[in-house]
């Protein structure tokens, strides 16, 4: 493979233009770099090295959205009082995805970009209703995030095509948790993850939650079977233990029943209850 580092995104995206198809594009490398050593991708002619190109740099809020580079590695979204204040999920997100190592290299594109059933930035972003600025040679366009993988490490992007930023709406309720479970308790791959915002009015009915699933199926999703169960009604524990077995009952409509759902439907309505549990605690 031929190593190219392009100095602007038109240089890059001009390459892609001509190259894309014999083209790997690498920004923080942990999901290339194993490939490489395994050869996997000997099937590729260059290695496109976007990490260090300042469009896709940068976390902004406008008042109105965030903007978050696709280049912005994990750290940097763990020590940003943007994301803190306005994106809390994708915050917590930030904690316990991987080791340090990783963090300190692993970008929020190339997370989403590679596709991964337990990429963990993808459920927060779901629930921020976030889109992709997706580029090429010719054009800008936005691209929901849920619509990036369309299969298990099958990426909907063209060739030709960057992610450049992501668009996020900033929090819209009081609390807001991301929390994953896996083999162990720590620096361990998701086998399920869940964020989830939510706001309970006056009366303590829920006014407003969205619910992002994911590791446990084929894509992450946005549950909202979930959250139209759940809106407009008084919580308590029984209406979240209720809203847990949906949720497990969904999850198995989209994956179909497997040796793993034994483990897994249980699994998945604790984590919901487990998340949910402070707003009536």
């Known amino acids: 493979m031929k190593y190219i580092r392009p100095d602007t995104l038109k240089e890059a995206l001009d390459f892609l233009g001509e190259h894309g198809k014999e ?97 963990d930035t993808v459920p927060p972003l779901i629930i921020h209703d976030a889109c992709c600025l997706v580029a090429d040679a010719r054009e800008e366009r936005l691209v929901p995030v849920r619509e990036i993988a369309f299969g298990p490490y099958q990426c909907a992007l063209p060739p030709d095509a960057l992610i450049v930023r992501f668009i996020l709406e900033p929090c819209r309720a009081g609390f807001a948790d991301f929390q994953k479970i896996g083999r162990r308790r720590e620096l361990a791959t998701a086998r399920m993850s869940l964020a989830v915002m939510a706001d309970l009015d006056e009366d303590r009915r829920v006014k407003f939650i969205r619910i992002g699933l994911g590791a446990c199926t084929p894509t992450p999703h946005n549950m909202t079977a979930v959250e139209e169960f759940l809106l407009s009604k008084p919580l308590d524990m029984k209406r979240i233990w209720e809203a847990g077995r949906l949720l497990s009952q969904k999850m198995i409509e989209i994956t179909g029943r497997r040796s793993s759902s034994i483990y897994k439907e249980p699994a998945v309505q604790g984590l919901l209850t487990r998340i949910l549990y402070p707003l009536v605690s």
Request: overall charge positive; aromatic content about 6%; charged content about 20%.
């Open 23 to 119: 083209t790997q594009v690498i920004a923080g490398g942990t999901d290339i770099m194993p490939d490489l050593r395994k050869g996997a991708l000997s099937c590729k002619s260059f290695l496109l090295d976007v990490s260090r190109l300042e469009d896709l740099k940068g976390i902004f809020f406008d008042g109105q959205k965030i903007s978050i580079g696709a280049g912005v590695t994990l750290t940097e979204i763990n020590r940003s009082g943007v994301i803190a204040a306005h994106a809390p999920a994708l915050y917590k997100c930030s904690h316990v995805f991987a080791a340090r190592q990783v963090r300190n290299k692993a970008t929020i594109g190339g997370n989403v970009a590679n596709a991964s059933p337990c990429g």
